[in-house]
């Protein structure tokens, strides 16, 4: 069955510092890769998407690379502050041509201490 | 343009009882989506409307749930005879999806919390 897989620990890193997420999946053969910042009681906000075709995508402070061999996804964001403390979302989306029908991973928690 | 809305944004109900959420998504946009997330989960895909058409449901959406989106503007979500595993943030989503098939970006509103006793 497909599987995507997200580091269920939180990652506690010091401001100024590098952050990266992992997002693994299995048995999935993806189109596109999004990430979404989601905060506590609050819905998910999209942040970045990339193709298949791509390697990298950057936008301001945050890189995604997509590595459709190892059938993974990293997620960085660069001198990290603590308003980027939230839960990141990876989410997949085949090519359908009629829906973007997202399946999301669990989430990674990134708390950004001073 | 003011987002995606969701209403109530909490909602405590007894089992057994049924109740309806709504989502008025962007204006312009066309398609429309629910997804529901239960604690240290991500969202799982519910059901999909295009304009006012119902495309796509997930096996997760039992018969007891029932979707409408009438003029292809905002959309009800009714559950009925809640259960307590239905418990969970219901989120809804909208977007401008292209004939072209590319993917587009999905706006989510805050989403209603339901807790069912």
């Known amino acids: 069955s497909q599987k995507i897989e997200q580091n269920s620990e939180a990652l506690n890193i010091q401001e100024g510092k590098t952050a990266t997420l992992t997002c693994n999946y299995t048995n999935y053969s993806p189109a596109y890769l999004q990430w979404y910042r989601q905060d506590p009681g609050r819905g998910p906000v999209f942040l970045l998407l990339i193709r298949e075709n791509e390697k990298e995508k950057r936008k301001e402070r945050l890189k995604v690379t997509f590595d459709t061999t190892l059938k993974q996804s990293l997620f960085h964001i660069t001198a990290s502050q603590p308003a980027d403390s939230a839960t990141y979302l990876c989410a997949l989306l085949p090519f359908t041509g009629t829906a973007s029908k997202l399946t999301f991973g669990t989430g990674t928690r990134l708390q950004v201490t001073l | 343009d003011t987002g995606v809305s969701q209403n109530p944004r909490h909602k405590i109900t007894k089992r057994g009882q049924n109740v309806t959420f709504r989502c008025d998504p962007i204006?312009?946009?066309?398609?429309l989506y629910w997804y529901r997330q239960t604690l240290g989960q991500g969202p799982e895909f519910l059901t999909y409307f295009q304009n006012e058409a119902q495309l796509e449901k997930s096996r997760l959406l039992s018969d007891r749930f029932s979707a409408e989106r009438p003029k292809g503007s905002f959309s009800t979500l009714e559950i009925q005879r809640t259960e307590q595993g239905d418990s969970a943030m219901y989120l809804c989503?909208?977007?401008?999806?292209?004939?072209?098939?590319?993917?587009?970006?999905?706006?989510f509103g805050p989403g209603t919390r339901l807790l069912v006793l």
């Open positions: 204006s312009e946009h066309n398609r």
């Open positions: 989503a909208s977007s401008w999806g292209r004939a072209s098939g590319d993917a587009e970006t999905q706006y």
